[in-house]
């Protein structure tokens, strides 16, 4: 590909009813990244999202779970810079313990599962949240409520046949159920939200020694976007 030839733009798709265009980072991305370390900001939060997702989506106030989030992460680093993940790591296996490099590439460490909304089960039916606004405007009348709770109960639409008619009924409803009730309800806000899986199987070149490495972000993803 020629250097001054650049990808436009990618439909990405996050769920049943859920997709968003996105744009390659600009030298401005980088600059902004940077600034978030040397501002001592938390790059994997919500300046993160701020600084290298909504800027380059056509729907920059769509609702983005944690982990729809960092699959558009990947993506827009994809048609931006590649998809080389190259790191160094210890063997795990005691009687070897030597250092060895790897290199994967996402397809190898990428698994993602769109999310299913709206879905209907036994008793509640799934929706999700129309806007990130919508969400922070509840975090911000709610600021004891843990965020995943938040999260869960704007996810829902119906609850025994009775639509959701406000944060503040449903969240009563809720906190009224017992604790099995509450599990069984989270195991199916589970499967049917979207999900990504970040791990690899990864092999000691020296003893052959395998194991299943998960991560929580991509190894070295923003080394192209670090100062030197």
């Known amino acids: 590909m020629d250097i001054l030839e650049e990808i436009e733009s990618v439909k990405v798709k996050l769920g049943s009813n859920k997709e968003v265009t996105i744009t390659p980072w600009k030298a401005k991305s980088k600059k902004a990244f940077i600034k978030l370390f040397d501002d001592g900001k938390d790059v994997r939060g919500t300046e993160l999202v701020d ?41 795990d296996n005691e009687e070897c313990g030597k250092e060895f490099d790897v290199d994967l590439t996402f397809d190898d460490v990428i698994k993602y599962t769109p999310n299913s909304y709206p879905s209907k089960g036994d008793i509640f039916v799934w929706r999700d949240i129309p806007t990130q606004k919508i969400y922070d405007d509840i975090m911000r009348k709610n600021p004891d409520e843990p965020f995943d709770d938040i999260e869960l109960i704007l996810h829902i639409d119906e609850f025994n046949g009775e639509p959701s008619t406000s944060f503040g009924s449903m969240q009563e409803k809720i906190d009224n159920l017992s604790l099995k009730s509450t599990d069984y309800m989270e195991d199916e806000y589970i499967k049917v939200r979207s999900n990504l899986d970040l791990s690899a199987i990864i092999k000691c070149p020296h003893c052959d020694y395998s194991d299943d490495y998960e991560f929580d972000l991509i190894p070295n993803f923003f080394t192209e976007l670090l100062p030197n």
Do not use: H, W
Request: charged share 25%.
């Open 51 to 91: 600084v290298l997702i909504r800027p380059n989506i056509d729907k920059p106030d769509i609702f983005l779970s944690p982990d729809e989030a960092q699959y558009l992460l990947i993506k827009i680093k994809e048609i931006s810079v590649g998809t080389e993940i190259a790191f160094g790591m210890t063997c």
